[in-house]
């Protein structure tokens, strides 16, 4: 019982250990390369202001990356997007799945897509205005978010 | 303290019905309410897509919207970074002139940003009037359905076991009419209840049993007593001719003269108690007009050396003739037997007093004692004064005769230090 004990401490010693160290500076060649294509083709390498790689116990790696000029980029642990968030400038057009586009310029026109978001089950995506939308995977819509 | 099923029962009903419908009730309304304040928020939520909508097509239209209106909300310019795109909502009285008084409002406030990122607040309202109405009105409606259910239930309690309880009323009304020794006095009652059913059943077989077992006692008495006398027979003649012997000497003789008067009065024992079975057993079951001022007669001429040896002071009082349909010997045994008790129990020279009217016999004597208790005397073996002559079965017999026969009736009281029984007719 007292041997149990102290496997199950020095365990949870370990893990705390090992989370203190969840995040980790990187420079922008160390990410994986679907991510530094994605930031090559619709960035530009040399706006990076940082790169963080983050690692919590009970999830898989993330990237994040911050541009200068205020943009926020995350990425998954295989490098592909999660989240691009660009404050009040509109996000590139060309990740912008195009059902999702085509919505958004006709129900809300003179409105640009100032953060999107994907998961495997859907899209999450920001106005100018401020409204937020939901899509299913397929960019089809789901409903407004407030 | 015990209080009837229907009470006990409806004590527990009603204080689970009132806190268990209380609380549904209470959640009922409350998720109503809940759903009702939904519906008023998810069309403030509407307007807000459609005036952003508008604003962004019509640049005037922020400029334009800085009051409530007709449209109910209202665009203000916010601070420069300031997040704005959240929703709340609360509810507000405002003060409307048109009606002159403060009328319920929700209000939601929330923003959004133009096109070049400049915030601005917006407020939108909708009148709670319809809404607040309606809940006060479903308020008012659970409060009555709530009464309605508790009395209804409390009534339906009542009425179904008052029903389901009568053939029980009747079984307990059966079981008090219940004598023992006439097992047909207890009548079994079904009922569609099953319990009940089941307690009928085993009542009758309870008292069949009791029965069966009161007959062989009843059996055993009798044939103990008819053997007795036999033996006892055989005894007090063998004495007799021991008696006879001409060479017995006086303490002999005196001894065994004792011994003769004891078992006298064991014959005297043993015939009472036949006597009494045998009255008890209805046994005496032929009946005919009995004239009981002759039987009186009779008898006090059979007793009249006894009065003299005491120097009774015989007063008879006759005012008609005491006839009724009888059996004659239980008469007979009847009237000896307070006739007897008056003499014995009288004093030297005492008054006995017999008054004898159509519906009344009085039989009195006069003692030196007190008062009996009528609750004793009647009962089997019970002397007042140790009288060894007595077997103390004498009233006991009058009591079962008139137990068992009861055209007459018995009482006891005590005047003027006499003892009186009176027998009265019983129609």
Do not use: C
Request: glycine share 4%.
């Amino acid at each position: 019982m007292k041997s149990i004990i102290k496997g199950l401490l020095f365990v949870a010693v370990t893990l705390t250990a090992n989370g203190a160290q969840a995040q980790k500076v990187l420079k922008v060649n160390q990410l994986p390369q679907p991510a530094q294509n994605f930031i090559q083709k619709h960035f530009d390498a040399r706006n990076v202001s940082h790169v963080i790689e983050d690692d919590e116990f009970f999830s898989s790696k993330e990237y994040k990356v911050a541009l200068s000029d205020g943009t926020e980029i995350e990425f998954d642990s295989k490098g592909n997007w999660t989240e691009i968030d660009s404050d009040l400038q509109p996000v590139p057009q060309a990740i912008v799945p195009n059902n999702i586009r085509q919505y958004v310029s006709k129900s809300f026109p003179n409105n640009q897509i100032v953060q999107i978001s994907r998961s495997s089950r859907k899209y999450e995506v920001e106005l100018t205005s401020g409204i937020d939308l939901e899509f299913d995977s397929k960019g089809n819509f789901k409903r407004i978010d407030d | 303290m015990a209080v009837s099923l229907k009470t006990y029962t409806n004590r527990y009903l009603v204080v689970a019905i009132l806190a268990i419908i209380a609380i549904w009730a209470l959640l009922f309304y409350a998720v109503l309410m809940d759903e009702v304040y939904d519906n008023i928020d998810d069309g403030l939520k509407n307007q807000k897509i459609e005036i952003i909508r508008e604003a962004y097509d019509d640049p005037e239209f922020i400029g334009n919207s800085h009051s409530f209106g007709i449209n109910q909300f209202r665009i203000l310019p916010a601070d420069p970074g300031e997040t704005v795109d959240n929703n709340t909502f609360h509810n507000e009285l405002v003060y409307m002139p048109y009606d002159e008084e403060d009328e319920p409002y929700r209000i939601l406030t929330t923003g959004f940003y133009t096109k070049n990122g400049t915030p601005y607040k917006l407020e939108i309202r909708t009148s709670t009037v319809e809404e607040d109405d309606f809940l006060i009105n479903l308020a008012i409606s659970l409060a009555v359905l709530y009464a309605v259910i508790a009395i209804s239930v409390i009534l339906i309690n009542y009425l179904v076991l008052t029903r389901a309880l009568r053939p029980f009323r009747r079984i307990l009304t059966g079981l008090g009419k219940y004598r023992f020794g006439t097992s047909k006095s207890f009548q079994p009652v079904s009922s569609s209840v099953r319990e009940f059913d089941d307690l009928n059943t085993h009542i009758v077989h309870m008292i069949q049993r009791n029965e069966q077992i009161f007959a062989q006692q009843k059996r055993f008495i009798e044939n103990a007593s008819h053997e007795l006398q036999t033996p006892l027979a055989v005894t007090i003649s063998k004495l007799d001719l021991m008696m006879e012997e001409p060479a017995l000497d006086e303490g002999t003789l005196s001894r065994l003269a004792e011994a003769k008067r004891a078992l006298l009065r064991l014959v005297g024992l043993n015939k009472s108690l036949l006597t009494l079975s045998r009255i008890e057993n209805k046994q005496y079951l032929q009946n005919e007009e009995v004239n009981f001022t002759l039987l009186l007669n009779q008898l006090l001429q059979d007793y009249q050396d006894f009065i003299e040896i005491k120097s009774l002071q015989l007063q008879v009082d006759l005012n008609g003739d005491f006839v009724i349909w009888y059996n004659a010997d239980l008469a007979l045994i009847l009237l000896s037997n307070l006739l007897r008790n008056a003499i014995r129990y009288n004093q030297e020279g005492g008054l006995l007093h017999i008054s004898v009217s159509p519906d009344k016999i009085e039989i009195a004597n006069s003692s030196s004692g007190e008062a009996l208790n009528p609750a004793y005397i009647f009962n089997r073996f019970h002397k007042g004064t140790q009288d060894s002559q007595s077997n103390g079965l004498g009233l006991s017999i009058v009591r079962s005769i008139t137990e068992n026969y009861e055209s007459v009736d018995v009482a006891y009281s005590f005047k003027t230090d006499q003892h009186v029984f009176t027998l009265r007719k019983n129609i």
